[in-house]
């Protein structure tokens, strides 16, 4: 490490969030369109830490100031969603990449999105993220996947074309408003640990005043995000063979493992993998299944009613393995060292060999063959990621149907690479050992690009808040998709690679991908970093929903009238409003138009109609789940406080104890949630904290009268 050459810092002070001023002192004026900032076009370098949102300034991306606010180490999807959301909060941010023409690349799977994972790019695009938007501009296969199935396990998901995709993500990046880009690698983490505090709470290591390139330069920054994916002291498996890199011909980064564990952090190894390139022309593609794009895409990003290339969409081609094929992996894997050690690999996303392994009883697996682009002759044969010798794959290739002759271009490999313990975590995706050094991506037990970019633009979005001395922006598992993955991970952990589903959710019938923008885009206005367009966007599309609503709530009629205007109604005598009638699958808002019954529903844009459509369906299910949502924020509003001596609670075992110890929970529905925590160790807790808050309440009064005593337990949220 390098500490010596760090300078001292102050500790920073965090400010509340300021909305914009208004002469009404209520919520809606809070809620007002905030009037882009202008400040004079500036091409040096600036004396102030941070600058206003809505500025839109560019800097070249060769241009490297002495002094940053935030500087982020990656440009993969977290690294590039961690830029954008820090640029976006006021930061001065630098994006640092290994090579500039390789941001945005797609290291795996040409595609975005899936079950749960559309979820989450939906959710990143309400907070102004930028993956959502290439995707729609870059796809070329849409599908809504489980669409036969209810809105909230729906999952959006396109296969994109691997030089659109990395064309207008660069374009973004490299034009993004208080965002520069360096080609460097990042060997060292600077660090001050000279700064004290009376509090035990504070950081247990230091504070990040900077990171150090491989040149030995050293760039000075208040916050730092770590974005590296499979790039942490990355090293690829081909058979018996290994050797370091991140990616196929790319170096992996060292230094920053060294750092990371000189600090203190608890560091393990992961694995993962991705399959062979075929080349398409030896392919025969008339004895495969077809799988065609839908008819009208979903976009993505809300900002856009319809996809690029919704009239040039590909086709994808479905086959399978044979036992023939399990044959030869079988036989192959003493030859392969990726599988013979005992690293953790994805669970949901498998290896040909762990999935042979573990369903030795099933005679075929599905393989899915995808282009990877319009403009490509190769394919991504998704489900036949392995590490066998290379020698040995395109052989076992040749015995899948439709693959007879096929000729491989590029050999499949897996990847095995450090992460860090992610209950090392703040939820805001902080660090609790360094103040201002933030985690996102496969660092943390991750796996999938969705999952990253999630995570990206929350650590991003909290760096560039941070260093503008205001409040994190905190999503919880009852906001969205984002916040149960992220609790998941600072209160859980993750032995092995991590994925998002939609049964992670206890509240998937309020967190569903379509309304995305209904629960997050407010929280990211208030934090200051939601764009003017998104904002009016939003605020027209969200009227247009209540106007509707409203609308057939206002209409209510027995059932004879209701035949009357063409409806089969149960003659029950009950008066029902046309909103209500919408829960049944043969009733739709254009029938309701057609009939006269409501005014004004043709005017309706089909998106609006459709989300109406959808919240309406859900309805009578949804007091339930709000009732559950105040029994957990009900956990959430006790703070627990950090420097709790869980020696002192009764009734715990030791592993609980140790697990609290380690994880050190901030409320009591995080320690619920902690894995190992029983229902009877929860109770002990609760005792436990019952029990100081009355010490609490005396300290404070005795504080009052000019003695003072550090608070003990938990304090109530007001």
């Known amino acids: 490490m390098h ?3 760090a300078t001292k ?3 920073r002070q965090r400010r509340p969030i300021r909305f914009p001023m208004s002469p009404l002192n209520t919520s809606a004026a809070r ?3 905030r009037e882009p900032v202008q400040v004079p076009p500036v091409c040096c370098i600036h004396t102030t830490s941070c600058r206003p949102t809505g500025v839109h300034t560019s800097y070249r991306h060769h241009t490297t100031p002495q002094k940053y606010d935030v500087c982020v180490i990656g440009g993969g999807h977290a690294g590039c969603e961690a830029a954008t959301g820090a640029a976006r909060a006021g930061a001065r941010t630098l994006l640092l990449t290994q090579k500039i023409d390789t941001i945005g690349e797609l290291s795996c799977n040409p595609s975005v999105g899936g079950v749960g994972k559309g979820t989450l790019v939906r959710e990143v695009d309400a907070l102004d993220g930028v993956i959502g938007r290439v995707t729609d501009k870059a796809g070329i296969h849409f599908r809504m996947l489980n669409s036969s199935k209810g809105s909230a396990v729906w999952g959006p998901r396109a296969q994109v074309d691997r030089e659109l995709y990395r064309k207008h993500m660069q374009d973004i990046i490299l034009n993004y408003p208080n965002l520069d880009v360096r080609a460097a690698g990042v060997f060292d983490l600077e660090f001050d640990r000279a700064i004290s505090s009376s509090s035990s709470s504070a950081p247990a290591w230091g504070v990040v005043t900077g990171v150090r390139l491989d040149s030995g330069e050293i ?6 995000v770590i974005c590296t994916g499979t790039f942490l002291s990355g090293e690829i498996h081909i058979g018996m063979k290994r050797f370091p890199a991140g990616r196929m011909h790319e170096a992996p980064a060292i230094g920053l493992s060294h750092a990371l564990r000189t600090a203190g952090f608890q560091l393990g190894r992961l694995q993962t993998g991705t399959p062979a390139r075929l080349d398409k022309n030896s392919i025969d593609f008339s004895k495969l299944g077809r799988q065609e794009g839908d008819q009208v895409p979903h976009p993505f990003s809300f ?20 036992p023939e094929t399990h044959r030869l992996v079988s036989n192959s894997i003493p030859l392969s060292i990726h599988i013979q050690e005992t ?3 994805p669970r949901y996303c498998p290896s040909l060999e762990a999935k042979v392994t573990r369903f030795g009883h099933k005679a075929n697996h599905t393989v899915w063959l995808e282009p990877e682009g319009y403009n490509s002759d190769l394919i991504y044969p998704n489900g036949l990621s392995c590490s066998m010798p290379e020698e040995l794959q395109e052989p076992m290739m040749r015995t899948v149907p439709g693959l007879e002759n096929v000729r491989m271009v590029r050999p499949a490999y897996g990847v095995e690479y450090d992460y860090v313990d992610p209950r090392e975590l703040k939820s805001s995706l902080e660090t609790k050992r360094i103040e201002g050094l933030f985690l996102a991506g496969q660092i943390n037990g991750t796996t999938g690009y969705e999952e990253a ?3 990206g633009c929350i650590a991003g979005i909290n760096a560039g808040l941070a260093a503008c001395g205001r409040s994190p922006l905190i999503i919880t598992r009852a906001d969205g998709y984002i916040g149960v993955m992220i609790d998941d991970l600072v ?10 589903f939609t049964s992670r959710s206890e509240y998937r019938m309020t967190v569903r991908c379509d309304n995305a923008d209904l629960r997050l885009t407010e929280k990211g206005y208030e934090a200051g970093i939601i764009s003017r367009e998104r904002w009016e966007g939003f605020l027209l599309d969200r009227s247009a929903i209540q106007n509707g609503i409203e609308a057939l709530q206002s209409v209510v009629l027995s059932p004879t009238v209701w035949e009357k205007f063409g409806f089969n109604m149960t003659k029950d005598g009950i008066p029902r409003s046309a909103y209500e009638l919408l829960r049944k699958p043969s009733i739709t808002l254009d029938t309701l138009a057609q009939s006269g019954a409501v005014q004004g529903l043709d005017q309706l844009e089909p998106h609006i109609k459709a989300r109406i459509v959808i919240d309406a369906t859900y309805a009578p299910h949804i007091p339930r789940q709000l009732a559950d949502l105040q029994v957990f924020h009900a956990d959430e509003s006790l703070l627990l406080d950090p420097d709790m001596d869980y020696s002192q609670v009764s009734g715990l075992s030791e592993e609980v104890r140790e697990r609290l110890q380690r994880v050190r929970p901030v409320t009591l529905g995080a320690a619920k949630r902690m894995e190992g925590m029983t229902p009877a160790a929860a109770v002990n807790l609760l005792k436990h904290a019952r029990r100081t808050w009355g010490a609490t309440q005396r300290a404070a009064q005795l504080s009052h009268e000019g003695e003072v005593i550090r608070p003990a337990a938990v304090t109530a949220r007001a």
């Open 31 to 33: 809620l007002a369109l």
């Open 343 to 345: 690293k953790k690999g």
């Open 9 to 11: 810092v102050v500790a």
């Open 3 to 5: 500490s010596r050459h």
């Open 453 to 455: 970019a999630a995570q």
């Open 491 to 500: 209160t859980k952990g993750a032995e092995e690679p991590y994925r998002m």
């Open 303 to 322: 900002l856009h009613r319809k996809v690029e290339h919704a009239d040039e969409q590909v086709v994808c081609f479905k086959t399978h393995t044979t």
């Open 219 to 224: 760039i000075n920054c208040s916050q730092v």
